[in-house]
Every structure is written in structure tokens, then in C-alpha cells.
């Protein structure tokens, strides 16, 4: 897949899958699919998002722009179209549709969710969108709400649910484990003299934290795959002013640094707490190594 930005020009018609996309979740999925279908009547299949994320805190998203670009890719998009929002948010509903959908991506047919919207204000939504492109001749599918065992998938759901640790559920929604990724830092070397050397991920600053405590997780280290046990959080014991993501790796030995990582997180063990001394804390370790293993082994 190819990344380009806005402003672009088109030599091929399109179509597009429009969206923020943040998560990729299966609603998300649902509308690129769509899109990613047309290549069987000669279309070239688009997506047009953004590159930034005004208005949100930080540590915020569901998916860095790798692994965004990674997920949009394996739905089947030729190319994906980066926009910062300040390029298009102070554009009408008529002149997104002519300037950006029909001129800049020379779209045939366009697919959404159902409560998108855009334009100035976000002003307008999927009627108004129906309507614009249908005087240009250019189709618009809509793509009714997804619901999973009676939960509207949303990147807001997701989020929610994460906030709570909840990753087993937020799974369902996502399609896929809630993942974090990043290369293997030095720590401060605490964990060996507690007899869990871990390995220090250093996660993108603006990637969704769930809830600090401990998981069990699948990790991932140049390409192979170790069970682990994921500590998320400033650990209050011992002190860290920022959070910090670590992963134990379950039977394995190594020098891991500079490697990429990527731990998905499973299940849930425990929330962050702090333990009035050392040993507190090793014992509550070796109570986590142990659930870790009984999880693993269901």
C-alpha cells in the first residue's frame, strides 16, 4: 500500500473509504472492505483519513500511524491518503465533495459509517454527503451500525472498555487483541535484582495506555512469539514518574535490546499497586508469573 498526501492528484478513478479510522476495528473494517471490493470494476481502492489528531488528549489513539497503516493495508486498500485536518476542516460540505472527493481523488463511489460527518463544524452528514455526490455521479454507501453481542463497536467503546482493562472484551470489538508496540530500551535494571529481568518497550508517547496494572500477553520480538506476563504503569513501589510498559517473557532467556517488540494484551491479572516493601513485591511477581500460566494454559 502507498501513503500520499493531501493535496494529491488522481490519474485513476477511486473508490474511497472515508473515515478517521482510529482502532480499525471491525466497524471500521466493515466500511474499507467496501471500498477495498471495487477493485473488481476497475476502481483503485482509497482511503482518505488524517495524519493528526486535533482536539485529543494525548496518549489518546488506539493505533499509531504504523500500525494504523499496517491494519488499512491488510484490509485490502491500494492506497491510503493522510490529510492533516486543518488542510480540509475549514472546507464546506459542497466544496469537500468537489474539491477534495471529485477533483483531488476523482472518486466513483464513496463508502462511510453511518454517523459520519465533515465539513466545517462537521456540519453535514451522510444525507447531505448522498446528496452532493449524487449531483457529480458519484455513489454512496453507507455502512449501517456493527453491533457485537449487543455492543455498538466504536473506537469510543473500545476506549471505555480499555480505561477499564477490560482487553478480553475490547478484543471482540477490535477484532484483534489490543496491542502496544515499540523498541526494547534500557530500564532501570530493577527487574533483575527482583529475579524478572523484563523487557522495556518504549511505547509511542500519543498510543492509548489501558488501565496501569498487570496482564498476561503475547509477545512478539523480531517476529517470535513468547507468553508473558505485562506490567503497565508508574509502578508505585519503586517510583517511575512516567508510565512505563515492561513484559516478562515466560521461559526465555536473551539479550533483547533494540529489538521491535509488541505485546497483545489478553487478559487482565491485576490493578498497579504499591507494596509496602520489597519482598511484597517479588511475591506478588511470582503470584502474576503463576497466573500468566494457568491463563496461558486453558
Not at 110 to 121: D, E, L, Q, S, T
Not at 149 to 165: D, F, P, Y
Not at 257 to 284: C, G, H, M, V, W
Request: contains cysteine.
Amino acid at each position: 500500500m502507498r501513503v500520499i498526501n493531501y493535496p494529491c492528484a488522481f490519474d485513476s478513478d477511486t473508490a474511497v473509504a472515508l473515515g478517521r479510522f482510529d482502532g480499525v476495528h471491525l466497524a471500521h473494517k466493515a466500511v474499507i472492505s467496501k471500498a477495498a471490493d471495487c477493485r473488481e470494476r476497475g476502481l483503485v481502492p482509497v482511503v482518505f483519513t488524517f495524519c493528526d489528531n486535533p482536539g485529543k488528549s494525548t496518549q489518546n489513539v488506539l493505533t499509531a500511524e504504523d500500525e494504523k497503516q499496517r491494519l488499512i493495508a491488510s484490509c485490502g486498500i491500494d492506497i491510503q491518503v493522510n490529510s492533516a485536518f486543518d488542510a480540509v476542516k475549514d472546507l464546506s460540505a459542497e466544496e469537500f465533495v468537489s474539491r477534495v472527493l471529485c477533483k483531488a481523488l476523482r472518486a466513483k463511489e464513496v463508502f462511510c459509517g453511518y454517523n459520519y460527518r465533515f465539513a466545517k463544524n462537521a456540519s453535514a452528514d451522510v444525507n447531505v454527503l448522498r446528496e452532493l455526490c449524487k449531483e457529480q455521479g458519484v455513489a454512496v454507501t453507507c455502512i449501517p451500525e456493527v453491533e457485537i453481542e449487543g455492543q455498538t463497536v466504536s473506537s469510543t467503546a473500545i476506549r471505555s472498555l480499555l480505561q477499564e482493562g477490560n482487553v478480553a472484551e475490547a478484543k471482540k470489538l477490535l477484532g484483534r487483541p489490543y496491542a502496544v508496540s515499540g523498541r526494547v530500551i534500557h530500564g532501570r535494571g530493577l527487574g533483575r535484582t527482583l529475579s524478572a529481568p523484563t523487557l522495556n518497550i518504549d511505547v509511542p508517547l500519543d498510543k492509548l495506555l489501558p488501565k496501569f496494572g498487570v496482564y498476561a500477553a503475547k509477545a512478539f520480538v523480531d517476529g517470535v512469539e513468547y507468553n508473558s506476563v505485562c506490567n503497565i504503569g508508574k509502578k508505585p513501589t519503586v517510583g517511575s514518574e512516567i508510565p512505563t510498559v515492561e513484559a516478562y517473557l515466560l521461559d526465555a532467556k536473551g539479550d533483547f535490546y533494540n529489538t521491535e517488540a509488541t505485546l497483545e494484551l489478553l487478559e487482565f491479572i491485576r490493578p498497579e499497586q504499591k507494596f509496602s516493601d520489597i519482598e511484597s513485591l517479588q511475591n506478588a511477581i511470582s503470584k502474576d508469573i503463576s497466573e500468566a500460566r494457568r491463563i496461558f494454559d486453558k
